[in-house]
């Protein structure tokens, strides 16, 4: 299995990729031994939205479909956490199990919807619009839900408001449940964000992932090599779409609180500008370029949160219009030039000699 | 022998338009078979037919001893149909190894792809251009790249739909050579083509077809030998 983690589909196979792979995540283990608990809070909080992103390249980046859908599930996931984790309680490990229930709540609205769009035979720029729809009709309904009417079982759903009290994720422990915020957090996150990008790359350079880029390619040619492209074209939707949900869940339980701007029209565009921007082609490049565009709107959100919002907007025109592979695709691209052509440069003056 | 391919009465009309109406062809195993006839005879409605486009809208198919008039274009080709549409499709951002991987990851043991994999670029010609994108082959080498793509599933039948468009007077003769090869080792083909120059080179089996009916069915030399149909290729009316 082990050898899926390299190959066509992925950029970033050789063993100085790997090296590198090491340092940095050796750097993320340690940085909170010199880091204050603030920080490394606002650490987890850019890892967090990288499931998101994570999941958006998977189906548009690798299947080529461009869902406006991310939020969506985002919310369902978050919402679903916060209403289980209000109602169930989270004692003796039940907040973990809010969390894998809320997923695969998620898991469900996505199978339903991408049955009816993928087997509906909804594709191109349709497919943008009908998940867009969805995503902006649970944002409006959320938001008129202030009244005491809305409340399942004991959680008030509150309207614009958002939902509140939910509690933090927790894990069992003999002593009693260790509460995961701050750095205990951020290593939960970490580990899971490790663990979902190792195993998104071997599904990608496994069979699932060369009939997705295939069929991304032409659908037609890959029909007639014998594949059911809908089942795929559903799986790598269910997939990402519960990724998606992965990063409200976590967001919920960070903040303890969700409100339907997370859902809205702003936020659902900001995963595409995310993928868009790091390049969608490549699950490294999203990984890598989510969390620095992530950290660099915050560090502009500090001083003025519309000029991040603009900012967000032009770097997303910039990069469709200059470098439509996206900036970390081609970063990567060039590190992997790089050594190739100093190797055909000095191979002549090594014969020479 | 029992025919491989049969078409029973097939037709198919668009808004009232038959673009075939009610053509009968069988294809025996080990046969190549060519479907000829000028422009608008319906040969290419047929072929979709037969790759399962779309359902006819009268007749049957039966591929193997089964019935696929219904079935969809993916479970023809598990049973063992091999397709090559007119346009040459290949996955044109992947390298040319890869369009072959996809094609052959269902077929071929895990450890074997590899060296499958060379002896189809080997065939093809195709050796030194492994690494590079497919939409950076010329246009022939496409064509016979999905020709290998085709071939890699391992068919009892090829479908090939006009596998010379577009190529030159050499690439249509190495064409030629690649297509005798495949059916000297056995394969049984079906293919649609306009170049008589072409099928005089490789068929066994012709039939023409002509406004969407069958005119005419034999060997190629009884084919070349029919005025009738050099009439109907240079476009005069029949009897006219």
Not at chain 1, 176 to 197: A, Q
């Amino acid at each position: 299995m082990l050898h899926l983690l390299n190959g066509p589909q992925t950029m970033g196979n050789g063993r100085a990729f790997w090296a590198c792979a090491c340092l940095v995540l050796l750097a993320a283990l340690i940085y909170p031994v010199f880091a204050d608990p603030y920080d490394v809070g606002n650490f987890a909080y850019f890892l967090i939205w990288v499931f998101m992103a994570l999941g958006l390249c998977l189906m548009w980046g690798y299947g080529g479909m461009l869902s406006f859908g991310q939020t969506f599930f985002f919310g369902i996931g978050g919402y679903a956490y916060g209403v289980l984790s209000v109602d169930l309680g989270s004692a003796y490990g039940m907040a973990l199990g809010n969390f894998a229930l809320a997923v695969l709540l998620a898991g469900v609205a996505a199978a339903i919807l991408g049955y009816l769009m993928i087997y509906g035979r909804i594709g191109g720029v349709f497919f943008g619009i009908v998940t867009l729809a969805v995503t902006l009709a649970l944002a409006y309904f959320l938001g008129q839900t202030a009244g005491p009417e809305w409340a399942i079982g004991k959680a008030r759903l509150n309207g614009f408001n958002g939902m509140q009290g939910m509690s933090p994720l927790s894990l069992p422990w003999f002593g009693g449940d260790i509460d995961l915020e701050e750095t205990p957090l951020y290593y939960f996150v970490l580990v899971l964000l490790v663990g979902t990008y190792l195993a998104l790359r071997m599904l990608v350079n496994a069979r699932f992932g060369n009939v997705l880029v295939a069929l991304r390619e032409d659908p037609q040619r890959t029909e007639l090599l014998g594949y059911d492209v809908r089942r795929f074209q559903f799986g790598a939707f269910v997939i990402g779409s519960m990724l998606a949900a992965v990063s409200g869940v976590l967001y919920t339980a960070w903040g303890q609180f969700i409100t339907p701007a997370s859902i809205g029209l702003p936020a659902a565009a900001m995963p595409i500008v995310w993928v868009a921007f790091s390049g969608r082609s490549d699950l490294t490049a999203v990984l890598v370029g989510t969390f620095v565009l992530l950290a660099a709107f915050q560090t502009l959100t500090i001083y003025s949160e519309q000029a991040a919002l603009i900012l967000m907007g032009v770097i997303l025109i910039v990069t469709v219009m200059f470098v439509p592979h996206g900036c970390f695709v081609g970063l990567g691209r060039i590190a992997a030039w790089l050594p190739r052509r100093g190797r055909t440069v000095r191979r002549p003056s090594a014969e020479v000699g | 022998m029992s025919a491989l391919l049969e078409i029973v009465g097939a037709s198919k009309s668009f808004g009232g338009v038959f673009a075939v109406s009610d053509v009968d062809l069988s294809v025996q195993p080990g046969e190549m078979h060519c479907l000829i006839g000028p422009n608008g005879a319906g040969k290419s409605t047929l072929f979709k037919l037969v790759v399962g486009t779309y359902p006819p809208s009268a007749g049957r198919i039966v591929f193997r001893g089964s019935d696929i008039t219904r079935a969809k274009p993916f479970a023809r080709v598990g049973r063992g149909m091999s397709i090559k549409m007119q346009a040459p499709s290949v996955f044109k951002a992947l390298p040319v190894r890869q369009n072959l991987h996809i094609a052959l990851q269902d077929h071929v043991a895990r450890h074997a792809i590899g060296a499958e994999e060379d002896r189809l670029l080997d065939i093809l010609g195709l050796t030194d251009d492994a690494d590079r994108p497919a939409g950076l082959l010329s246009h022939g080498q496409q064509q016979w790249l999905e020709i290998g793509m085709a071939l890699a599933l391992r068919p009892v039948l090829l479908l090939l739909d006009e596998p010379t468009a577009g190529l030159s007077p050499e690439e249509t003769f190495r064409t030629g050579e690649l297509v005798r090869r495949l059916n000297a080792e056995g394969m049984t083909m079906l293919i649609v083509e306009h170049d008589m120059a072409f099928v005089r080179q490789i068929a066994t089996g012709v039939t023409v077809l002509h406004l969407g009916k069958v005119f005419a069915r034999g060997s190629i030399d009884e084919i070349v030998a029919d005025e009738r149909v050099a009439e109907i290729y240079l476009g005069t009316p029949h009897g006219a």
